[in-house]
């Protein structure tokens, strides 16, 4: 290697920490325009970075955990989910069920049932406390080790917090590479993930919890190419876990087992599922009581009937609402968009092919993309599940959508909140266009 290319490296990875500490410790949600440039600047010197081939395997990966170890001691700050993680993890340390309770409650009438309670409802603001908690028993149970790590200080749990996502991105990582190498794919695709600034500032940086429901779910992927199924539907149960959102993915797995008619494949295929419905429910029993599944499913139903943000079919179907109704049909189109990705799950499920773990991969791929295109509502981190499994596919648009999904936080730069269709709008276009060129290839998946 020249010295010229070595200064060049050096230069590349200073930048990027020095734009991490920025990132992380100088910029709040609110100053949009410091943050876009900094967006900007860190996704230049990611190109640059996986662009090099002088680089081994080894180097970038431990680049990219650097990265994130420089937002090891930061508050997030693009992200207040935090303070109800820790809310519901010394819930239970208390022996209290996390399910059952408001914390509005507990503060509206004086009580303070944890350490900081006010100042974690402070922090968690009032729309978060007013709900009940939707989050899966394996992230309760992260929840609860970082506050038996750290039962009182509200710094010290963010900084348990983050070292179980930064732990959870090395099993990633290293299941990714095993998976990579099982497919005959080129190792290094593993960078997009792990060296993506989007993944190490919205996960790692605020603390958002997708990379353990993704070390579970590759794991379980890896394990299937493997052809142990048994033990890939407990880690997809766990995955589940987790966070909901692979219950998707089932219905696509019909395909993979029954390659043909036989009564071999119904048969695995009903273990399989049987599998991960039993130790899903197994892992959700310690909190069960009937108030539990009120609670849980009331709450899971406002992201369907309430909540709206960044979305882009949905929004289309709002403004035809508006146009002929005069009102916001959330009620009635919440309801339809979930039947239109079913419908698209069925396609995948029973008129595409997915005979390998490389078409199974695609199918998943473009089964959560549509999911996400009729959503009501597209957080940022959301995207971490579609930049993973692109890792294993030839499809890239969710990394154009992990750099240009910063604009959504636009947001909040108003006061108070609101968003800027213009920026929706702009930020749609360039991924549909993008998604169209990739679907436009030769030997197109969907188009064959």
């Not at 640059?48 to 990966?61: E, G, H, R």
């Not at 503060?107 to 009032?126: D, H, T, V, W, Y």
């Not at 997009?192 to 379980?220: D, K, Q, R």
């Not at 609101?418 to 998604?435: M, P, Q, R």
Request: hydrophobic letters at 55%.
């Amino acid at each position: 290697m020249s010295l010229l290319l070595k200064y060049k490296i050096i230069f590349q990875v200073t930048a990027s920490c020095a734009l991490y500490l920025v990132m992380g410790y100088f910029l709040e949600r609110t100053e949009f325009n410091q943050i876009l440039l900094v967006w900007l600047s860190l996704f230049i010197l990611f190109y640059f970075l996986i662009k090099n081939t002088n680089l081994s395997l080894k180097s970038i990966i431990a680049i990219s955990f650097i990265f994130r170890l420089i937002l090891l001691f930061q508050i997030p700050n693009l992200s207040q989910d935090f303070y109800r993680f820790i809310w519901d993890g010394r819930m239970t340390l208390e022996g209290l069920n996390p399910y059952l309770t408001l914390p509005q409650n507990f503060i509206q009438r004086g009580l303070s049932p944890i350490p900081k309670a006010l100042e974690l409802f402070n922090g968690m603001g009032q729309l978060n406390g007013s709900h009940y908690t939707n989050y899966p028993p394996i992230l309760q149970l992260c929840f609860l080790i970082t506050s038996i790590f750290s039962g009182k200080s509200i710094f010290g749990s963010i900084i348990v917090l983050r070292i179980i996502v930064i732990l959870a991105d090395i099993g990633t990582v290293y299941f990714g590479i095993k998976l990579l190498k099982k497919l005959n794919l080129p190792v290094r695709n593993i960078f997009l993930y792990c060296l993506n600034p989007f993944i190490i500032i919205e996960m790692t940086g605020n603390l958002h919890f997708e990379p353990v429901m993704l070390f579970f779910l590759i794991w379980s992927l890896y394990k299937l190419s493997q052809s142990k199924w048994v033990f890939s539907a407990v880690l997809i149960a766990f995955s589940i876990s987790v966070k909901l959102i692979p219950l998707l993915f089932l219905p696509l797995f019909y395909p993979y087992f029954i390659k043909k008619v036989n009564p071999l494949g119904l048969i695995k295929l009903f273990i399989f599922y049987s599998i991960i419905f039993f130790v899903t429910i197994l892992l959700f029993i310690p909190f069960y009581s009937h108030e539990f599944m009120n609670n849980f499913l009331n709450s899971l139903g406002l992201w369907f009937n309430n909540f709206e943000f960044n979305a882009s079919i949905y929004y289309v179907f709002r403004e035809i609402g508006y146009f002929f109704r005069g009102w916001n049909e959330i009620k009635i189109i919440g309801l339809i968009m979930p039947i239109l990705t079913i419908l698209f799950l069925s396609y995948l499920t029973f008129f595409r092919k997915n005979n390998s773990i490389k078409q199974l991969i695609t199918i998943l791929l473009f089964g959560l993309t549509f999911y996400y295109f009729t959503t009501t509502t597209v957080h940022p981190w959301y995207l971490g599940s579609l930049i993973i499994l692109c890792v294993f596919t030839k499809y890239r648009f969710p990394i154009i959508w992990s750099f240009i999904i910063i604009l959504s936080y636009q947001t909040y730069a108003n006061i108070p909140w609101e968003e800027n269709l213009w920026f929706v709008a702009i930020e749609y276009i360039v991924l549909y266009s993008y998604l169209i060129f990739e679907l436009k290839k030769k030997n197109n998946i969907l188009l064959t």
